[in-house]
């Protein structure tokens, strides 16, 4: 392996998890960022992050960072981190192809001594059952003879500036016990909060897979109660507040569970346990409650419109937010789309106005025309605030009401106006 001074890093996949990471990295120590999407490297190496995790003063601070496109650029380089998707497919069964592609890009540059870190969120055994395979095979090295492996997930959160690469522990491991040493002693130089060593790749992989496995299921259980509370006709951010006065109340909130992590990772739990013969009950329970919140939500906001009188066929209707999270441009399995397919059932005609979304990528990754800003003249029949993004809390009660016709319906998913301001909340 390589000492920590001649380390010499390559990122491979430089999205939300990968930038930050080269970031920190090229700030330290000779690092090239590489990724397949050649638009990408284009925009990196002109100083724009379409993903907004890292500004140009920051890119512009890590000098030892270059950008590229190109395998070549990464022979000369002896650690290699992997931060490409880890999305399901269809069958919401893991699609290990871009882990599977990263590899063999390994594969083709690997050489004697060098390390291979995995970050990308899988399931217990994949570094070692399906990635390291691949890189033998095109590389003919033989693992933990002439080359080695770490595992060291990522705890990116998208928009937050608070939690950042070098502000939360990470979770470390090595195929060797000197090899964990020298992934750890790695990370040590970014991360000033420190890491934890685990055990083996198995255990970290498997603490990351469940990190998001058990907010998943915290938020399943608040969408659960959202519903019978809405039937009993209590609002559940008051019955929350309530409850949250105790000491040990975990202080989980209503939601749409989209994005790529939270709503994807439990699928890769429950394939590995199914495969080996457990039939999850409760993980997948709490998956089926969370993905039909978008059906509930209309459901809700169809009742409220017809108790008014409103008819739903050929209603205006104007959803505020299609982005998985508030204040972050991500759209990546959005759960908003349901509430527009939904409603769509019912020949309601949707406006989306989204400030943080691109409206190219929309378009292209769900068919939808986003507004460009709020019509001055359109008065619709039913707005339903999906994404808590800070300008529709500017907006406030009274610039919400006035793009709503006179009858109308206010259904607020994320609690961002008063309760006395809307027909009804999550
Ligand atoms: N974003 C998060 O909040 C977050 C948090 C924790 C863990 N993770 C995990 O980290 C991993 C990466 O997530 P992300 O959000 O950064 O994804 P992303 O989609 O933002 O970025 C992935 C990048 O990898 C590139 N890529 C794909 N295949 C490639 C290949 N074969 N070679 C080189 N580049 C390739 C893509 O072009 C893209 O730029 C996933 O496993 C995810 O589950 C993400």
Not at 97 to 110: D, F, N, R
Not at 222 to 249: H, M, P, Q, R, Y
Not at 318 to 327: A, P, Q, R, S, V
Request: negative net charge.
């Amino acid at each position: 392996m390589p000492s920590l001074n001649d380390s010499s890093v390559a990122i491979i996949g430089l999205g939300y998890v990968g930038l930050p990471l080269a970031v920190a990295f090229g700030s330290k120590r000779k690092t090239v960022g590489f990724d397949v999407n050649q638009a990408r490297i284009r925009d990196l190496a002109a100083g724009i992050d379409a993903t907004l995790e890292v500004s140009g003063d920051e890119l512009a601070s890590a000098t030892q960072l270059s950008f590229s496109h190109d395998l070549n650029d990464l022979r000369a380089c002896n650690v290699f981190i992997v931060t490409v998707p880890t999305p399901i497919d269809d069958h919401k069964r893991p699609d290990l192809t871009p882990l599977i592609k990263a590899s063999e890009t390994l594969g083709k540059v690997i050489k004697h001594g060098d390390v291979v870190v995995y970050e990308s969120t899988v399931y217990p055994g994949a570094t070692e059952e399906v990635c390291i395979p691949v890189i033998e095979k095109l590389s003919g090295l033989r693992f933990n003879q002439d080359f080695f492996a770490g595992y060291s997930p990522e705890r990116i959160n998208p928009g937050d500036k608070e939690h950042r690469v070098h502000s939360i522990v990470k979770v470390t491991s090595g195929s060797t016990p000197e090899i964990a040493d020298f992934v750890d002693a790695l990370y040590r130089t970014i991360v000033l909060a420190g890491t934890h060593r685990a055990s083996s790749i198995k255990v970290a992989e498997a603490a990351k897979v469940i990190e998001n496995t058990q907010r998943d299921l915290n938020i399943a259980l608040i969408n659960e109660l959202a519903i019978i509370f809405g039937k009993l006709g209590i609002d559940t951010l008051e019955v929350l507040e309530a409850a949250g006065s105790k000491w040990n109340f975990l202080p989980f909130r209503p939601g749409l569970v989209g994005g790529h992590c939270i709503s994807v990772d439990p699928y890769y739990l429950t394939y590995k346990a199914q495969e080996i013969g457990y039939h999850p009950e409760v993980i997948l329970a709490g998956r089926r409650i969370n993905d039909n919140m978008g059906q509930y939500v209309t459901d809700q906001v169809v009742k409220l419109m017809t108790r008014k009188r409103i008819h739903v066929v050929d209603a205006n209707i104007l959803i505020l937010g299609l982005t998985f999270k508030e204040n972050c441009p991500d759209l990546r399995n959005t759960r908003v789309v349901d509430i527009v397919r939904e409603l769509e059932e019912y020949h309601a005609k949707i406006d989306i106005f989204d400030p943080w979304a691109n409206r190219e990528e929309a378009h292209h990754e769900y068919g939808y025309t986003l507004l460009e800003s709020l019509p001055e003249d359109k008065r619709y029949d039913a707005v339903i605030l999906t994404v808590g993004h800070k300008q529709f809390r500017e907006m406030g009660a009274e610039g919400i009401k006035k793009l709503c016709a006179e009858s109308h319906v206010i259904y607020d998913v994320k609690y961002i106006l008063p309760k006395d301001a809307v027909d009804a909340r999550l």
